[in-house]
T-cell receptor, first 112, second 117 residues
Framework: DQQVKQNSPSLSVQEGRISILNCDYTNSMFDYFLWYKKYPAEGPTFLISISSIKDKNEDGRFTVFLNKSAKHLSLHIVPSQPGDSAVYFCAATFRGGNKLVFGAGTILRVKS | EAQVTQNPRYLITVTGKKLTVTCSQNMNHEYMSWYRQDPGLGLRQIYYSMNVEVTDKGDVPEGYKVSRKEKRNFPLILESPSPNQTSLYFC????????????????FGEGSRLTVL
C-alpha cells in the first residue's frame, strides 16, 4: 500500500520548456512534503519542500504546488535544462514522524 | 566536506554469508536511517536511529540489524543474506530528526549496491 504515488515512471521534455512532475498521497496525516533529485551512482539530494500550511513554494527555477483537498503536489521546473535530467522522488512526512515516505520516482529526460 | 560515507559501494555475495554495510557521517547528526531502493517501490526505510543507542524499525526491517554505538556510525548488518535482499541501499542522516531542521531534509550517502546470489 503505497502512501505516496508517482504515477508517471518517466517524462521527456524539450530544453527550455516546463517540466511538471506529479505526486499523489493518501495519508491525511502528512503535513510536510519534499522533492529529491537523484543522479545515477549518487544518493538523492534535497531539492525543495513545502509545508501543508502553504500551497506554493518557489526556489529559483523550481516551484512546488500543494493541493491538500486533492492530496496532490507537483514540481514545476522552468525552464528545463539538460542538467535537470535525473530521477525525481516525492516524499512526505508528518509532525512527530520518524521517516520520509517516498514515491517510486519519475525519470525526467530533458532533451537539448 | 560534509558527507555521508557508505562502504562497500558494490558487493556481490552468496546466500547466508554475513555482511555489514558501514555508514559514517561527519556532520554530528543525531538522526540516521537506512533505506533500500527497489524498482517501482521507491525508497523504503529499513531502520532508523534518533541518537546513540536509540534505534527502531522502519517499514522493512526483516533480515536486517543495526547498531548505533557512536554518533557518527550506523552500520547495517545482514546476518544471513537472501536473494530478496538484493537491492540498492542508502544511508541518510539529519541534524536533529526529520522535522526539527528548517527544511526537514535528509543527507544521503552515495549508495551501496548489493547482490545476493
Amino acid at each position: 500500500d503505497q502512501q505516496v504515488k508517482q504515477n508517471s515512471p518517466s517524462l521527456s521534455v524539450q530544453e527550455g520548456r516546463i517540466s511538471i512532475l506529479n505526486c499523489d498521497y493518501t495519508n491525511s496525516m502528512f503535513d510536510y512534503f519534499l522533492w529529491y533529485k537523484k543522479y545515477p551512482a549518487e544518493g538523492p539530494t534535497f531539492l525543495i519542500s513545502i509545508s501543508s500550511i502553504k500551497d506554493k513554494n518557489e526556489d529559483g527555477r523550481f516551484t512546488v504546488f500543494l493541493n491538500k483537498s486533492a492530496k496532490h503536489l507537483s514540481l514545476h521546473i522552468v525552464p528545463s535544462q539538460p542538467g535537470d535530467s535525473a530521477v525525481y522522488f516525492c516524499a512526505a512526512t508528518f509532525r512527530g514522524g520518524n521517516k520520509l515516505v517516498f514515491g517510486a520516482g519519475t525519470i525526467l529526460r530533458v532533451k537539448s | 566536506e560534509a558527507q555521508v560515507t557508505q562502504n562497500p559501494r558494490y558487493l556481490i555475495t552468496v546466500t547466508g554469508k554475513k555482511l555489514t554495510v558501514t555508514c559514517s557521517q561527519n556532520m554530528n547528526h543525531e538522526y540516521m536511517s537506512w533505506y533500500r531502493q527497489d524498482p517501482g517501490l521507491g525508497l523504503r526505510q529499513i531502520y532508523y536511529s534518533m541518537n546513540v543507542e536509540v534505534t527502531d524499525k522502519g517499514d522493512v526491517p526483516e533480515g536486517y540489524k543495526v547498531s548505533r554505538k557512536e554518533k557518527r556510525n550506523f552500520p547495517l548488518i545482514l546476518e544471513s543474506p537472501s536473494p530478496n535482499q538484493t537491492s540498492l541501499y542508502f544511508c541518510a542522516s539529519s541534524l536533529t530528526g526529520l522535522r526539527l531542521t528548517n527544511t526537514g531534509e535528509l543527507f544521503f550517502g552515495e549508495g551501496s549496491r548489493l547482490t545476493v546470489l
